[in-house]
């Protein structure tokens, strides 16, 4: 019999999300367009929605994840802190260590 293993990956503190997937994407996209709404933009989710992910998992961890830059002459911006950047190489670690479980799985049956 074929199959497939499914699984979702996401890190929590004190029983509340910090990080998962789509977490993730928010905040590389973050580091790729420099904006917060061309971000949200990008992943079809609303600027609020992205401001209040932003804003809760700052809050779990008790640290910045992105420098924003007020609009002005040269417009604003959005870039990610070394702690953002170091939790997404922590989850990506740890994705890439569920996906080898998940093929020896599946190879094994």
């Known amino acids: 019999m074929k ?17 998962g997937l789509g977490r993730e994407k928010l ?7 420099g904006s917060i709404s061309k971000a949200a933009k ?4 609303s600027y609020k929605k992205a401001w209040s992910f932003l804003k809760a998992m700052e809050k779990r961890l008790g640290t910045k994840l992105v420098e924003t830059k007020r609009g ?8 990610l802190t070394k ?11 740890i994705v890439k260590r569920f996906e080898g479980v998940r093929e020896r799985a599946e190879r094994n049956g």
């Open 3 to 19: 199959y497939e293993i499914k699984y979702k990956v996401w890190l929590e503190k004190d029983g509340e999300i910090v990080m």
């Open 27 to 33: 905040l590389k996209e973050i580091e790729k367009q």
């Open 42 to 45: 990008e992943l079809g989710i």
């Open 72 to 79: 002005g002459e040269k417009g604003g911006g959005a870039s």
């Open 83 to 93: 702690e953002a950047k170091d939790l997404i190489k922590q989850f990506e670690k």
